[in-house]
């Protein structure tokens, strides 16, 4: 099997060229957000890309060195990456994978779903769960197929007063989602990667490619808030939660389909991030999404007692 081709490079982000890169990432109708340069320079440790010819196609790489060995890895707040490029066909995937091994010899990359079926099979990948919920119809008829949970819930949370505001400070809710997922795991280190997601997000809404929304009581007290992304005509649902008050009222719920509302009967995507979790794919599959899952590629190249090699 070729190994490699003549017209595609690895290039640091120091060596990309900026402006090709942006035409690319904006012209292409697989690309996501998570490709851009801002984000993937406010959410990576480091990331360089595997390009061909003159920015045909491109593949950004996250990766970092432990050991003296370069790894790839997936950030927090990127959910897939991938070839990114017009005609696409299954030999240049093949090239871009087998020319990423040649860099890379350990790692795991989340590709997009336009991936071939056939070379996730290839590479043993395991695709992964994404909801996705076009908001093309009007408000009602999207409403109507929610489920009857969905229903009987946001009924439930009208017992109380439930303002929507786009008015929230992230910290708020940072805040609100430590007290709700802080538990898990290592909470300092968990308080602390979050503080800077919590800062790149805020970047984010301030270059406009980001908005935050509220849920209150009348009383102006936070029941729930998230943050959305933006990038052409797709939402991403990246990041939020309910406080406790929120969490008893359904708050969740209520802010889902304040989106919904606010974007019905436009061509935009809402994307839901996910996911694998079944509880939090229980929660969105109320709203009647579709699965857009994508591939996550592990691969484990290194020599011999190495291959032990863990991030």
């Given at each position: 099997?070729?190994?490699?081709?003549?017209?595609?490079?690895?290039?640091?982000?120091?060596?990309?060229?900026?402006?090709?890169?942006?035409?690319?990432?904006?012209?292409?109708?697989?690309?996501?957000?998570?490709?851009?340069?801002?984000?993937?320079?406010?959410?990576?440790?480091?990331?360089?890309?595997?390009?061909?010819?003159?920015?045909?196609?491109?593949?950004?790489?996250?990766?970092?060195?432990?050991?003296?060995?370069k790894y790839t890895y997936t950030p927090v707040g990127?959910?897939?990456?991938?070839?990114?490029?017009?005609?696409?066909?299954?030999?240049?995937?093949?090239?871009?994978?087998?020319?990423?091994?040649?860099?890379?010899?350990?790692?795991?990359?989340?590709?997009?779903?336009?991936?071939?079926?056939?070379?996730?099979?290839?590479?043993?990948?395991?695709?992964?769960?994404?909801?996705?919920?076009?908001?093309?119809?009007?408000?009602?008829?999207?409403?109507?197929?929610?489920?009857?949970?969905?229903?009987?819930?946001?009924?439930?949370?009208?017992?109380?007063?439930?303002?929507?505001?786009?008015?929230?400070?992230?910290?708020?809710?940072?805040?609100?989602?430590?007290?709700?997922?802080?538990?898990?795991?290592?909470?300092?280190?968990?308080?602390?990667?979050?503080?800077?997601?919590?800062?790149?997000?805020?970047?984010?809404?301030?270059?406009?490619?980001?908005?935050?929304?509220?849920?209150?009581?009348?009383?102006?007290?936070?029941?729930?808030?998230?943050?959305?992304?933006?990038?052409?005509?797709?939402?991403?649902?990246?990041?939020?939660?309910?406080?406790?008050?929120?969490?008893?009222?359904?708050?969740?719920?209520?802010?889902?389909?304040?989106?919904?509302?606010?974007?019905?009967?436009?061509?935009?995507?809402?994307?839901?991030?996910?996911?694998?979790?079944?509880?939090?794919?229980?929660?969105?599959?109320?709203?009647?999404?579709?699965?857009?899952?994508?591939?996550?590629?592990?691969?484990?190249?290194?020599?011999?007692?190495?291959?032990?090699?863990?991030?």
């Amino acid at each position: 099997m070729l190994t490699h081709h003549p017209n595609i490079t690895f290039l640091s982000k120091e060596e990309i060229d900026k402006s090709k890169w942006d035409h690319l990432i904006q012209s292409a109708p697989n690309a996501h957000i998570y490709s851009t340069r801002l984000y993937l320079n406010l959410f990576t440790a480091n990331w360089g890309a595997l390009v061909f010819g003159d920015y045909q196609v491109v593949m950004a790489v996250p990766y970092k060195v432990k050991f003296g060995i370069k790894y790839t890895y997936t950030p927090v707040g990127i959910a897939q990456l991938g070839l990114i490029g017009n005609d696409i066909d299954e030999k240049m995937e093949v090239l871009f994978i087998e020319n990423l091994h040649k860099h890379f010899k350990y790692g795991m990359l989340h590709l997009n779903p336009s991936f071939s079926k056939k070379n996730a099979e290839r590479y043993g990948m395991k695709w992964k769960t994404n909801f996705v919920l076009p908001l093309n119809e009007d408000y009602e008829t999207l409403s109507k197929n929610y489920t009857k949970d969905a229903k009987r819930n946001l009924r439930l949370a009208n017992q109380i007063i439930q303002q929507v505001s786009y008015q929230v400070d992230t910290e708020e809710i940072k805040q609100a989602f430590m007290q709700q997922y802080g538990k898990r795991g290592n909470t300092q280190k968990l308080a602390a990667d979050y503080t800077v997601f919590a800062r790149n997000l805020e970047i984010l809404c301030e270059k406009e490619m980001a908005f935050k929304i509220a849920i209150r009581t009348e009383g102006q007290e936070l029941l729930g808030a998230g943050v959305f992304a933006q990038f052409k005509n797709r939402l991403y649902y990246v990041f939020g939660a309910p406080t406790s008050l929120g969490r008893s009222n359904q708050t969740t719920h209520v802010l889902i389909d304040a989106i919904i509302q606010k974007f019905a009967s436009t061509n935009t995507l809402l994307d839901f991030e996910g996911s694998s979790i079944p509880s939090v794919a229980m929660f969105y599959k109320k709203f009647s999404p579709t699965d857009e899952p994508y591939p996550l590629h592990r691969f484990n190249h290194l020599p011999g007692i190495l291959k032990l090699f863990k991030k």
